[in-house]
């Protein structure tokens, strides 16, 4: 069920109705409802799928409560193996519905196993890599003592299964979500959660169906066929991409905050403009900020993050970075993208001050942040080559592209864009300039703050959306993950 849809909004106006005029208990059963059929209306058997993480790690966090202090090494062994068994069971369902086939299509290219070899075919869930680790998160920390594990089925299922962010997050740590759902459940209706969750919901449909739809439709029709347009063309094409997945994926976030907000619960924030940073590590901080706390929480720290020496340092974001390209897809593409921003985080943590020093200062140090927003911008920008590209064959028929015409350009031998290309160049720093402004001076927070300009900025982008939007846009690209 598309967030842009008819049909998610019926959804959510009729959970709405239906829970605000019931009780504590019957105010969850809703949610539980409401998110059971919105993820059945994609496919109804892999349901089950959240049923088992939810009931493996609801009982893995009542087992481990029951531990109590670690006295002895046989108490300290059965909470290891209680972690081990849900860890397993919830990385054995990942790694096989999103895992199986890639590794398979790997092993018949190792070997040779030609035409005749047979392979199922395995679909991938929708939301699997979302909601797997955010159980997976819930169990950790009961296992860490930092959270305590609670003793309501009903609560542990709806925050595994809460359909604004079933699909796409954000990534919610139980402590953070489950005491929400209990105040949520408790209190009356309040106008202000409905006022503000519309504006996030509007705002995000008009970002998704006006900007993101019409720039992947740009994106498409040269990526589909690189090698019938020329580098300049790729070069539009991998703007318009990067355009496309920030709006695509900041428009769910806050059709997901909105969504909850009606309800009285408070999402987290995913993105907080990431394309104005100045270096790779700012832009991790900033974009997908629920994934990026995740594997710095789960994987990055545990493994001894910057602890333990350079050497280490180096080895723990190489892993870290590997593991995250390899969660974003099934393809040896989503692999190196996460090893290439891991290369810019070393690189940026080795000799990052030493770039800083070489900028201008003084009454120009604008102009240094400008450069160093333009080169960052940009490693970001080939980074989207991998990350769009259907193969490694791909990418780099459309990189050498892109740096031939514009090698041949820069030295007179060549011809710059079109107009047409040109507007659209204008149009992608503009967009950033805009996100500058707005970050700035809160540009859209005052819109919205006051009621007369908000009710005239929503009206605008309702109409737009209704005359600009695509009817039948692509889906949410996260959803694929």
């Known amino acids: 069920?598309?967030?842009?849809?008819?049909?998610?909004?019926?959804?959510?106006?009729?959970?709405?109705?239906?829970?605000?005029?019931?009780?504590?208990?019957?105010?969850?059963?809703i949610l539980i409802a409401a998110s059971l059929v919105f993820y059945a209306a994609w496919n109804v058997p892999l349901v089950s799928l959240i049923v088992i993480s939810a009931v493996i790690d609801y009982t893995a966090g009542r087992l481990l409560g029951r531990?109590?202090?670690?006295?002895?090494?046989?108490?300290a062994r059965r909470r290891k193996l209680i972690l081990a068994v849900s860890l397993a069971v919830n990385l054995g369902l990942l790694g096989y519905f999103k895992y199986a086939n890639f590794f398979l299509d790997n092993v018949h290219e190792l070997f040779g196993l030609g035409d005749e070899a047979s392979f199922i075919d395995v679909v991938l869930p929708p939301g699997i890599s979302f909601y797997t680790f955010q159980t997976m998160s819930y169990t950790i920390d009961v296992y860490r003592?930092?959270?305590?594990?609670?003793?309501?089925?009903?609560?542990?299922?709806?925050?595994?299964?809460?359909?604004?962010?079933?699909?796409?997050?954000?990534?919610?740590?139980?402590?953070?979500?489950?005491?929400?759902?209990?105040?949520?459940?408790?209190?009356?209706?309040?106008?202000?959660?409905?006022?503000?969750?519309?504006?996030?919901?509007?705002?995000?449909?008009?970002?998704?169906?006006?900007?993101?739809d019409h720039c992947g439709l740009l994106c498409d029709q040269i990526y589909q066929n690189p090698g019938q347009y020329d580098g300049w063309s790729a070069l539009i094409a991998t703007y318009a991409f990067t355009l496309q997945i920030?709006?695509?994926?900041?428009?769910?976030?806050?059709?997901?905050?909105?969504s909850a907000r009606i309800f009285g619960v408070d999402l987290m924030v995913n993105f907080d403009q990431p394309y104005l940073t100045t270096n790779i590590g700012a832009f991790w901080r900033r974009w997908h900020i629920s994934l990026s706390n995740w594997f710095r929480d789960y994987v990055y720290i545990p493994l001894g993050g910057n602890k333990q020496g350079k050497r280490r340092t180096l080895i723990n974001l190489t892993i870290t970075m590997f593991l995250s390209g390899l969660w974003h897809g099934a393809a040896w593409t989503f692999v190196v993208w996460g090893l290439f921003h891991g290369l810019l985080l070393l690189i940026n943590a080795q000799?990052?001050?030493?770039?800083?020093?070489?900028?201008?200062?003084?009454?120009?140090?604008?102009?240094?942040?400008?450069?160093?927003?333009?080169?960052?911008?940009?490693?970001v920008v080939i980074g989207w080559i991998l990350f769009r590209a259907a193969d490694m064959r791909q990418f780099g028929e459309i990189t050498v592209g892109?740096?031939?015409?514009?090698?041949?350009?820069?030295?007179?031998?060549?011809?710059?864009?079109?107009?047409?290309?040109?507007?659209?160049?204008?149009f992608t720093f503009g967009f950033v300039l805009v996100s500058y402004f707005d970050r700035k001076f809160a540009l859209l927070e005052r819109v919205w703050s006051s009621p007369t300009t908000a009710s005239v900025f929503a009206s605008a982008l309702i109409v737009a959306t209704l005359l600009l939007g695509l009817a039948e846009g692509p889906a949410f690209i996260y959803f694929q993950f």
């Not at 710059?416 to 659209?424: A, D, K, V, Y």
Request: glycine letters at 10%; a positive charge; proline letters at 4%.
């Open 1 to 29: 069920m598309e967030f842009n849809s008819l049909e998610y909004l019926l959804l959510l106006l009729v959970a709405s109705l239906l829970f605000f005029g019931a009780g504590y208990r019957a105010r969850l059963v």
């Open 67 to 75: 531990e109590g202090p670690d006295h002895g090494d046989d108490r």
């Open 145 to 212: 003592r930092k959270l305590r594990p609670t003793d309501s089925f009903l609560r542990f299922f709806l925050y595994v299964s809460f359909f604004p962010q079933l699909i796409a997050g954000p990534i919610e740590r139980a402590g953070h979500l489950l005491v929400q759902f209990d105040q949520a459940a408790t209190r009356p209706f309040r106008v202000q959660n409905l006022v503000s969750g519309g504006q996030m919901i509007v705002w995000g449909v008009f970002k998704k169906a006006v900007i993101a």
């Open 246 to 258: 920030y709006c695509d994926f900041s428009a769910y976030s806050e059709i997901a905050r909105g």
């Open 351 to 379: 000799l990052g001050d030493r770039f800083a020093r070489l900028l201008p200062k003084g009454r120009v140090a604008w102009l240094g942040a400008l450069i160093a927003w333009f080169v960052n911008f940009h490693l």
């Open 402 to 426: 892109i740096a031939k015409d514009l090698a041949l350009a820069m030295i007179g031998f060549g011809h710059g864009p079109s107009t047409e290309q040109t507007l659209f160049i204008v």
